[in-house]
């Protein structure tokens, strides 16, 4: 079964501050993982996808497959980062493949 | 961008009775549209895959006959729940992806709130 974990319900720093949002996951094959973002008030959106190897909003995430993590990276936080942040996986193939979400991370960032 | 409405945004029904809730892609044709279901403080859980034409494919412990779904176009997917319970009470959200498996993003709804008196 796939299964994604974000250990952290809740994560505060201070603006300008370096922000990692953890996601470890399990899954037999090879995944696509996902990071989104859910701006209050706002409907889930998506923030970034491992193939695509982007950077959006100064954020990164690199697959680690030895570790089987995905953590959320950025540099400096800004106050409009603050936001529910989920990692979601899909598994390859054909088939049914919904995503599977992690509990979500609420970032805070403190001015 | 790709927008996926929800209609409705919220909805209050008694016990006993059924509830549609519509999904669509405004901007885009969704071969496949998926609804999840939200319970207060929890993550997304996937309800089930709806495949525009064919019948939709539920996640384990799921009860098909209670959460109907139907995909008649590329722009529309219905989940109609039936006899609906204080425990159907939830936040469904529908998300719609164009391309087929292991293709394209997918796109969010905004959800709608369905509270079962």
């Known amino acids: 079964a796939q299964r994604v974990t974000q250990p952290e319900k809740l994560l505060s720093v201070f603006k300008g501050a370096p922000v990692e949002l953890k996601c470890n996951y399990s899954y037999s094959g090879s995944p696509e993982l996902f990071w989104y973002v859910q701006y209050s008030r706002q409907r889930l959106q998506l923030l970034l996808r491992?193939?695509s190897r982007e950077s959006i909003k100064g954020f990164t995430a690199d697959l680690n497959k030895g570790e089987t993590s995905f953590h959320l990276k950025k540099p400096f936080a800004q106050e409009e980062d603050s936001a529910m942040y989920y990692c979601?996986?899909?598994?390859?193939?054909?088939?049914?493949?919904?995503?599977?979400f992690g509990k979500g991370t609420h970032l805070i960032i403190q001015p | 961008g790709a927008v996926v409405s929800q209609h409705p945004s919220r909805v209050i029904c008694k016990s006993g009775t059924s509830v549609k809730i519509e999904c669509r892609s405004l901007d885009f044709q969704a071969t496949t549209m998926f609804w999840y279901r939200q319970f207060p403080k929890q993550s997304l859980m996937l309800m089930a895959t709806s495949n525009e034409g064919s019948k939709a494919t539920y996640e384990q412990g799921v009860e098909k006959d209670k959460f109907l779904i139907n995909h008649a176009s590329l722009t529309l997917s219905t989940l109609t729940v039936t006899s609906a319970h204080p425990e159907d009470s939830s936040f469904y959200i529908c998300?719609?992806?164009?391309?087929?498996?292991?293709?394209?993003?997918?796109?969010f709804g905004p959800g709608t709130r369905l509270t079962v008196l």
């Open positions: 998300s719609a992806r164009a391309g087929g498996p292991g293709t394209g993003t997918q796109y």
């Open positions: 491992h193939i």
């Open positions: 979601a996986l899909s598994g390859s193939g054909g088939g049914a493949d919904g995503l599977t």
